[in-house]
């Protein structure tokens, strides 16, 4: 086999340190990854191996030489992504998410995509006003579409943002919840709490709910509301009926947006009730004005080891050709 090598001038050794990582941890994850190998020279960066894998980890180290000049630091998230999207051939797919910024959180962290699939769906968003997104834990769905919200609001787009969610979860009820009716609804709603209060500040949050400009509600309070001047999310949407779903669409108002979010592999509903989620996709489709945006693993910000679990899920379920969980 003839050697190929391919060299990388990169004069800032700071950058050349993180792409090489603690103990040389993402170089040697990149030379697993791509069967290459990585070496240091008077040029810069050496990559030897057959032409076409040393073609591909070129593109792989420039992109993450422009990831480090943007963001200062290079995460194992990051580094995976990267390697994905030049093994699927989308090389410009990092390019084309470092400059876009959503909002700021309250402790100044910029909230941005990570992936191109988050690029997409934020794009989205821009272009239509009802935007469904489709995908596993950690893709960032709700999060996103949350931020969007407070940007619209920030910039008097709309006059209020409503989150809500449907009050159901697996094995659990309402009335056996202790409490009052806030008290039992409130563990349902916790995690949109929780992204609103690191967007907007637990202070600001308190006062913009106190003046009624940002409602969280479950989705039965939605009904025979009619939602105008809106930023609408509605979270959890598997767990919605058709006609849950129907009502929650019809409430949309002039001036408003709404984004519906959800995970067709968690659905929690009672056996034999069909998810709204599922059955949308076939009813709405072709509407002008309302896409529908699929994220994948590949678009997951956790913790890495939340995509091997998916993956080992969507594995058993295809050997189990039974085993599936929708519903």
Same mark, same amino acid.
């Given at each position: 086999?003839?050697?190929?090598?391919?060299?990388?001038?990169?004069?800032?050794?700071?950058?050349?340190?993180?792409?090489?990582?603690?103990?040389? %941890?993402?170089?040697?994850?990149?030379?697993?990854?791509?069967?290459?190998?990585? %070496?240091?020279?008077?040029?810069?960066?050496?990559?030897?191996?057959?032409?076409?894998? /040393?073609?591909?980890?070129?593109?792989?180290?420039?992109?993450?030489?422009?990831?480090?000049?943007?963001?200062?630091?290079?995460?194992?998230?990051?580094?995976?992504?990267?390697?994905?999207?030049?093994?699927?051939?989308?090389?410009?797919?990092?390019?084309?998410?470092?400059?876009?910024?959503?909002?700021?959180?309250?402790?100044?962290?910029?909230?941005?995509?990570?992936?191109?699939?988050?690029?997409?769906?934020?794009?989205?968003?821009?272009?239509?006003?009802?935007?469904?997104?489709?995908?596993?834990?950690?893709?960032?769905?709700?999060?996103?579409?949350?931020?969007?919200?407070?940007?619209?609001?920030?910039?008097?787009?709309?006059?209020?943002?409503?989150?809500?969610?449907?009050?159901?979860?697996?094995?659990?009820?309402?009335?056996?919840?202790?409490?009052?009716?806030?008290?039992?609804?409130?563990?349902?709603?916790?995690?949109?709490?929780? %992204?609103?209060?690191?967007?907007?500040?637990?202070?600001?949050?308190?006062?913009?709910?106190?003046?009624?400009?940002?409602?969280? /509600?479950?989705?039965?309070?939605?009904?025979?509301?009619?939602?105008?001047?809106?930023?609408?999310?509605?979270?959890?949407?598997?767990?919605?009926?058709?006609?849950?779903?129907?009502?929650?669409?019809?409430?949309?108002?002039?001036?408003?947006? %709404?984004?519906?979010?959800?995970?067709?592999?968690?659905?929690?509903?009672?056996?034999?009730?069909?998810?709204?989620?599922?059955?949308?996709?076939?009813?709405?489709?072709?509407?002008?004005?309302?896409?529908?945006?699929?994220?994948?693993?590949?678009?997951?910000?956790?913790?890495?080891?939340?995509?091997?679990?998916?993956?080992?899920?969507?594995?058993?379920?295809?050997?189990?050709?039974?085993?599936?969980?929708?519903?």
């Amino acid at each position: 086999m003839i050697i190929y090598t391919i060299n990388i001038p990169v004069d800032d050794r700071a950058v050349i340190r993180e792409i090489f990582g603690n103990l040389d %941890a993402n170089a040697k994850y990149i030379e697993k990854q791509m069967d290459v190998e990585l %070496a240091l020279n008077r040029e810069g960066l050496q990559i030897c191996g057959d032409k076409t894998k /040393a073609e591909s980890t070129e593109v792989i180290l420039r992109e993450l030489v422009e990831v480090l000049h943007k963001e200062g630091n290079l995460d194992q998230q990051s580094l995976e992504y990267v390697i994905a999207m030049a093994k699927k051939g989308k090389n410009e797919g990092i390019k084309q998410i470092l400059d876009e910024i959503v909002c700021v959180t309250s402790y100044g962290k910029p909230i941005k995509p990570k992936t191109l699939g988050q690029k997409l769906y934020l794009d989205s968003i821009d272009r239509n006003d009802i935007v469904f997104g489709i995908g596993p834990a950690g893709t960032g769905k709700t999060y996103l579409a949350m931020a969007k919200a407070v940007t619209a609001f920030k910039n008097k787009e709309v006059n209020r943002i409503i989150l809500t969610r449907p009050a159901v979860e697996a094995g659990e009820s309402l009335g056996f919840l202790p409490g009052d009716l806030q008290e039992k609804i409130d563990p349902y709603l916790r995690p949109l709490y929780d %992204a609103l209060f690191d967007i907007l500040g637990y202070e600001n949050y308190l006062k913009l709910v106190e003046k009624g400009l940002i409602e969280v /509600a479950p989705l039965a309070y939605m009904r025979g509301r009619t939602l105008d001047n809106s930023y609408i999310v509605l979270d959890e949407a598997q767990n919605t009926t058709k006609e849950q779903m129907k009502m929650f669409l019809t409430r949309l108002g002039f001036g408003s947006k %709404a984004i519906i979010t959800g995970d067709i592999t968690q659905i929690d509903l009672p056996r034999g009730r069909k998810s709204g989620l599922v059955t949308i996709r076939h009813i709405l489709e072709d509407v002008e004005g309302i896409e529908f945006i699929d994220l994948t693993r590949h678009d997951i910000v956790r913790h890495p080891l939340v995509q091997r679990i998916i993956d080992a899920y969507e594995r058993h379920e295809e050997a189990n050709e039974g085993g599936t969980t929708h519903r």
